[in-house]
């Protein structure tokens, strides 16, 4: 047997009673056991269409006896039954059903991924998760779930982006700066060039976070990052957007590992997103930038079942995984995942418009 999280999800129509429907129809599913169900917590639509209604979140703890692959096809058939439609990505739903963890399975097929790839970095699904399921353990990052969540409430603001091509961290980090109108870690500290100095443009080494630009004393000291430390450091302004800095892996050839991480004196990032890049020439011209063909990428193109593999990203804690074979898509997955660690900053830039 297994031990199963699902997350549930409804903003149209009675959204309670829709859950409760869906609860109800999981509950009789074969081969499973109810184990334990989360308070329903109102949250706010991250991604997709505008003019939305707000949601109804919640999680279920199963315990399974049927496989990964056959519980995702009975949550589909259920998500059916109670009249989801699939026509626009991230549109609103009447009801939406995801498995989020199967014991401790790392599944990366074109039709089932498990951990759900966004789970770790969403507050709305971690919040009614830890609260059922908080001991259970994302094989990914080897993080609990109430780890994770702490990680995104405590941590300061602070988004690293990750490429093994330095082009494809400067374009996303460029592009979320204008996007959410967040200023550049690299641009607060001019000169250093981020975490180690490479001169030209600014990209942090991502295995020398030993740098005093990334130190707690620093970051305290400056008044820019200052106002971004959670309360229980300084004091955190709601409506204050995340730095973000372009993150380049120094050993190539390597994948990402837990002891190039920062040690008790320094700040981790709240959110890393890492975007493998393509190998494809039209997606280089559409970055403005030439493939160097000398440097060898740190991760299989595609696909990156390595990275999958929970030895590879041990220890990193709230994280994002893009292939970068769609730039539309991998800017809307960014920012969603920028404003589902902090939704007031989705808030904040409606009330301005």
Known sequence: ????????????????????RATCCVERLSGCQLLAQSRWQETVPIGGPAGQGAFLNGALLLECTISATELAGALQAIEAQLGRERAIRWDARAIDIDLLLYGSEVIDSRDLSVPHPRMSCRKF??????EIGGFMIDPISGWTLCGLLRHLQDSPRYVAVVSSERA??????????????????????PGTGGVGDLGGPATVEFNQWADASLRRSRWEDDKELAKRLPSCCGGLQETVSPVVSAAVPTQRGLPLREDILPDASMLRPALVIVVEPAAEEKFWKKIGTKKDKKTPPIFPVPPCSLFFESSNCQGFGPMVRLRAEDLAIVMQEAVAAIRSVWPELLISASDEQ
């Open 168 to 189: 494809v961290a400067e374009w996303l980090a460029e592009r979320l700066c204008q996007e959410l109108r967040c200023p550049r870690l690299e641009e607060i500290f």
């Open 1 to 20: 047997m297994s031990r199963c999280l699902l997350g549930l999800g409804s903003n149209l129509g009675d959204r309670r009673a829709m859950l409760r």
């Open 125 to 130: 699904v971690l919040e009614p998760a830890a």
